[in-house]
């Protein structure tokens, strides 16, 4: 039997090595694909590599007299959340997305709560349409605000630090009496987070209602994730482990995202399906 | 003392040359009055610029002439720092151009923010190291102090001191054009502005639009003062078309890489981008403006003139600022017209934002090259009137 099945294993090698030979024959006589069909990130890296050796890659950062690494992030791909919490607390708002109904709420709250100028908003609804199956396609809401990155590219450009990051909470804020109307936060924030507002002649963000709501009740929760009736915004802190926002982008299997991750900004601003 | 003894029993006396003076001023007037009101009234209220489209044409002037100035030093330089001979009759008044456009520069972005007044105390008070704008800012400040100290040690004929000035001026003024790149490289979230040959490719233009300036306005400033040139001026001249031709070539490589980024997308990191520059709306722009104005017809004109017809020599001048204008432009506002989301399947989104510049945009474009004009005209009569140099 031992033997049998060894000549029977000798023989099945054989015919697949006939039929790998025959493979790579055919292979032979395909064209070559080209480069069009790699990946856009893999393309770019190659380009990188090739300017690289041509001596024109010179790192957008020669001379000058701060990094760009935002720029190189660009084309590494980039990290979402790498576990460790800056902040305590480490606020953050997880977007239920499928729950949301466009009922727009949350914009009513936002704006009356934080008296935002008619000129602008400080959050807003994305109307999606994502394909599902071929023909078919899913409506999908999707609220917007400013990311509160961790890394954040608008506090980074500013030149007389009137946005900032809290050093305790990590909310990017504003103190308008230094805004000088540059506007170059709005040309480099990702997300379309911000607006500059005519009456008070300065760039208006979302705070998480840092100075109308969160200093008072004490850090409880923003007026959009109060007003909303679907629980869509789930406003909480990543340092706690008790609050539903953590437990949603940690429970296992729970799959999470966030907007624009290949700019490394590392955002606060998590979205899961349900 | 001194500055009694050189001017000229003449001084206040007034002629055509006067009067072209007061034209362009009085235009640059006019122009720089809409700024003036749309920082009364705010400039979401004048401008074509939007919560998705914040920076507007005015940026486009401010880096053309802070980046023209650049490259102004740079060819000062050859002259009064490395003492190339042959750049040295061309000294004084490339001195001069470079501080009157860094100024004009600095004008337009001030004009260009909401409130400019606070400038001053909060970059001093309240200081962003990080940020490139501070540093650009402060720099080209800088470098226009040690440019006026430069001009005063020409005028006084102090070149030891005036060259020392100018080491100063061209480290400064170098590494604010290092930073001008990295301030539109940084911003990361945009398309367009972080291609790895950005910092080459400023030098290279700065430098190229600096060459253009001279051959231009030395053969302005000789029909202006009725002077026919000298022998060492044609020659200063000629080496300067040669250094043009150079970066022409050089323009041409670069302008080769967007025409190949925006016809095949695996040769740039923003394809979105190029496309919309080089196939789709802004193709009339881009093929008349950077390609024909700014590096074709310049580089056609100078190899039939031989760098020996100033007039020739003038029209690849003007042709190429014109068509690096438009450069500067693109470089501004096209990579802003990429939607935020555009990946995202939004409903209703535009494939591409749109931005016209308003009224009183180009008015004050227009205020800000007047003011140029105006300075530069002003220059050559005190030069004249002073004896500056001789």
Same mark, same amino acid.
């Given at each position: 039997m031992n033997l049998n099945s060894k000549e029977d294993l000798e023989e099945d090698r054989m015919k697949v090595n006939k039929e790998d030979s025959m493979k790579i024959e055919d292979l032979k006589k395909l064209s070559n694909e080209g480069i069009e069909n790699i990946p856009s990130v893999e393309r770019r890296q190659f380009m990188q590599f090739g300017l690289a050796i041509t001596g024109v890659f010179l790192g957008g950062t020669v001379l000058s007299l701060t990094s760009a690494k935002n720029v190189e992030s660009a084309v590494s791909g980039g990290k979402i959340l790498d576990g460790d919490y800056p902040y305590n607390p480490h606020y953050t708002m997880v977007i239920r997305e499928k729950h949301c109904i466009d009922c727009e709420k949350c914009l009513d709250a936002c704006r009356s709560t934080n008296n935002v100028s008619l000129h602008g908003y400080r959050t807003d609804i994305l109307e999606r349409s994502v394909p599902k199956a071929p023909g078919e396609r899913e409506r999908i809401f999707m609220p917007i605000l400013c990311n509160h990155c961790n890394r954040p590219p608008c506090v980074r450009v500013c030149p007389t630090r009137a946005t900032f990051k809290d050093k305790i909470n990590g909310i990017v804020r504003m103190d308008i009496t230094k805004c000088i109307g540059c506007k170059t936060c709005m040309a480099a924030c990702p997300y379309n987070a911000r607006f500059f507002d005519e009456e008070i002649r300065a760039i208006d963000k979302c705070n998480f209602c840092y100075d109308t709501r969160l200093k008072e009740s004490n850090g409880k929760i923003t007026a959009c994730a109060a007003a909303c009736p679907a629980n869509v915004r789930v406003f909480g802190d990543l340092t706690n482990p008790e609050t539903p926002a953590y437990k949603l982008i940690h429970s296992s299997g729970k799959v999470f995202w966030v907007l624009r991750p290949e700019l490394n900004s590392m955002p606060n601003v998590f979205y899961v399906e349900k | 003392m001194i500055l009694e003894k050189k001017i000229d029993s003449k001084f206040l006396t007034f002629g055509p040359q006067e009067m072209i003076f007061v034209v362009l001023a009085i235009i640059s007037v006019i122009g720089l009055s809409f700024g003036a009101h749309a920082l009364l009234v705010g400039h979401d209220n004048v401008f074509g610029t939007s919560r998705e489209i914040p920076w507007g044409l005015l940026i486009s002037p401010y880096v053309f002439f802070a980046c023209l100035s650049t490259g102004l030093c740079i060819v000062l330089s050859l002259g009064q720092i490395f003492n190339i001979k042959v750049f040295k009759p061309i000294i004084n008044r490339t001195a001069f151009l470079?501080?009157?456009?860094?100024?004009?520069? %600095?004008?337009?972005?001030?004009?260009?923010?909401?409130? +400019?007044?606070?400038?001053?105390?909060?970059?001093? %008070?309240?200081?962003? +190291?990080?940020?490139?704008? =501070? =540093?650009?800012?402060?720099?080209?400040?800088?470098?226009? /102090?040690?440019?006026?100290?430069?001009?005063?040690?020409?005028? *006084?004929?102090?070149?030891?001191?005036?060259? /020392?000035?100018?080491?100063?001026?061209?480290?400064?003024?170098?590494?604010?054009?290092?930073?001008? $790149?990295?301030?539109?490289?940084?911003?990361?979230?945009?398309?367009?502005?972080?291609?790895?040959?950005?910092?080459?490719?400023?030098?290279?233009?700065?430098?190229?639009?600096?060459?253009?300036?001279?051959?231009?306005?030395? =053969? &302005?400033?000789?029909?202006? $003062?009725?002077? #026919?040139?000298?022998?060492?001026?044609?020659?200063?001249?000629?080496?300067?078309?040669?250094?043009? *031709?150079?970066?022409?070539?050089?323009?041409?490589?670069?302008?080769?890489?967007?025409?190949?980024?925006?016809?095949?997308?695996?040769?740039?990191?923003?394809?979105?981008?190029?496309?919309?520059? &080089? !196939?789709?709306?802004?193709? +009339?722009?881009? =093929?008349?403006?950077?390609?024909?104005?700014?590096? /074709?017809?310049?580089?056609?004109? &100078?190899?039939?003139?031989?760098?020996?017809?100033?007039?020739?020599?003038?029209?690849?001048?003007?042709?190429?600022?014109?068509? #690096?204008?438009?450069?500067?432009?693109?470089?501004?506002?096209?990579? !802003?017209?990429? +939607?935020?989301?555009?990946?995202?399947?939004?409903?209703?989104?535009? !494939?591409?934002?749109?931005?016209?510049?308003? %009224?009183?945009?180009?008015?004050? #474009? &227009?205020?800000?090259?007047?003011?140029?004009?105006?300075?530069?005209? %002003?220059?050559?009569?005190?030069?004249?009137?002073?004896?500056?140099?001789?």
């Open positions: - | 470079s501080l009157v456009t860094m100024a004009t520069g %600095l004008l337009c972005i001030t004009i260009e923010l909401e409130n +400019p007044w606070r400038v001053p105390f909060f970059a001093l %008070l309240s200081p962003h +190291p990080a940020s490139n704008i =501070w =540093w650009k800012t402060t720099i080209y400040s800088l470098f226009m /102090i040690f440019m006026v100290f430069n001009l005063l040690s020409l005028f *006084m004929k102090n070149e030891k001191r005036a060259r /020392i000035f100018s080491i100063i001026a061209l480290i400064t003024v170098t590494l604010g054009n290092l930073n001008m $790149n990295s301030d539109m490289a940084i911003l990361g979230g945009r398309g367009f502005w972080s291609e790895n040959y950005m910092p080459l490719y400023f030098l290279t233009l700065s430098t190229l639009t600096g060459c253009a300036a001279i051959l231009l306005f030395t =053969w &302005v400033a000789n029909i202006f $003062n009725k002077e #026919t040139s000298t022998e060492a001026e044609d020659n200063a001249l000629r080496a300067t078309a040669r250094l043009f *031709m150079f970066l022409l070539f050089g323009l041409l490589y670069f302008t080769g890489m967007k025409i190949m980024g925006g016809f095949y997308p695996e040769f740039t990191k923003n394809p979105e981008a190029m496309y919309l520059l &080089v !196939q789709d709306d802004f193709a +009339p722009n881009f =093929w008349i403006g950077e390609v024909i104005l700014a590096v /074709i017809l310049p580089l056609f004109l &100078v190899l039939v003139s031989r760098g020996r017809n100033k007039g020739l020599l003038a029209i690849a001048g003007i042709s190429c600022l014109v068509g #690096t204008f438009t450069l500067y432009y693109h470089l501004v506002i096209v990579g !802003q017209l990429i +939607p935020h989301y555009f990946q995202f399947n939004v409903v209703d989104l535009p !494939q591409f934002y749109s931005y016209t510049p308003s %009224l009183h945009e180009i008015m004050i #474009t &227009v205020g800000a090259i007047f003011f140029f004009l105006a300075a530069f005209v %002003l220059g050559e009569i005190l030069f004249k009137k002073i004896n500056f140099g001789k």
